[in-house]
């Protein structure tokens, strides 16, 4: 079965300007998460959703970042504006196929650099 | 309320060696614990997990974990290390039934040389 799709794999910004990643989960996987990995840590999740509902986005900083996944499927998550602290690996993730596996798949990331 | 320590943040062994890794965890309730591998530009694959079943639990790649609730830690291990194993791993909890919310320790970059 095809994995979880991201795109782009990199970019790189200046601060304040905006940029949006897309993630195409794993077919018929109901759970989709993004996580954000700054280098040298692991990753930390900033949001979940379940259907097109969100579970939790406790650690989503609301003020520069939102998410949002239109029919269940597809997830963008967007950052306006960008500051330096937001450079680091955006992951995006998805689990719940047959069965309900809570087994989560992850994508290869979008690398973002923010200069 | 959760969280995974990785006591050592780098682990060098040489090829042929046993490698381990080790990893303390906290949860107010019954753990699902994970351990996951990421290669350089690759994405994060799942090494093995731990769901109340055998306490020790194989993986991929010839790698195990034992869980000891007592010393609350899921230590990762393997016989042998081969230079392809070269990679940073992460440990991982989640509370089991609950949204399967994932809390990732630190990570550990394990060198294998020559």
């Known amino acids: 079965e095809a994995g979880v799709a991201q795109s782009p794999r990199y970019k790189i910004i200046e601060k304040r300007q905006s940029v949006a990643f897309w993630c195409n989960p794993i077919s018929g996987h109901a759970t989709l998460y993004w996580y954000q990995q700054i280098l040298g840590q692991g990753p930390k999740l900033l949001i979940q959703f379940q259907n097109n509902g969100v579970v939790d986005d406790s650690q989503l900083p609301k003020d520069r970042f939102s998410a949002e996944r239109l029919k269940g499927v597809d997830s963008t998550l967007k950052i306006q504006p960008a500051k330096l602290e937001d450079s680091a690996v955006y992951l995006c993730a998805s689990s719940g196929g047959a069965g309900g596996s809570y087994e989560q798949y992850f994508g290869p990331g979008t690398r973002l650099t923010v200069t | 309320a959760q969280s995974v320590t990785q006591l050592d943040s780098h682990v060098s062994v040489s090829e042929g060696t046993p490698v381990l890794l080790r990893c303390n965890y906290s949860?107010?309730?019954?753990?699902?614990l994970f351990w996951y591998v990421q290669h350089p530009n690759k994405g994060l694959q799942l090494l093995l997990k731990?769901?109340?079943?055998?306490?020790l639990v194989k993986g991929i790649n010839g790698f195990e974990a034992e869980f000891k609730k007592s010393e609350t830690s899921f230590h990762l291990t393997k016989p042998s290390a081969h230079m392809s194993d070269a990679a940073e791993y992460f440990c991982v909890v989640a509370r089991r039934n609950a949204g399967n919310m994932l809390t990732f320790g630190g990570g550990t970059r394990l060198m294998v040389k020559p």
């Open positions: 731990y769901t109340s079943a055998a306490t």
């Open positions: 949860s107010s309730y019954s753990p699902s």
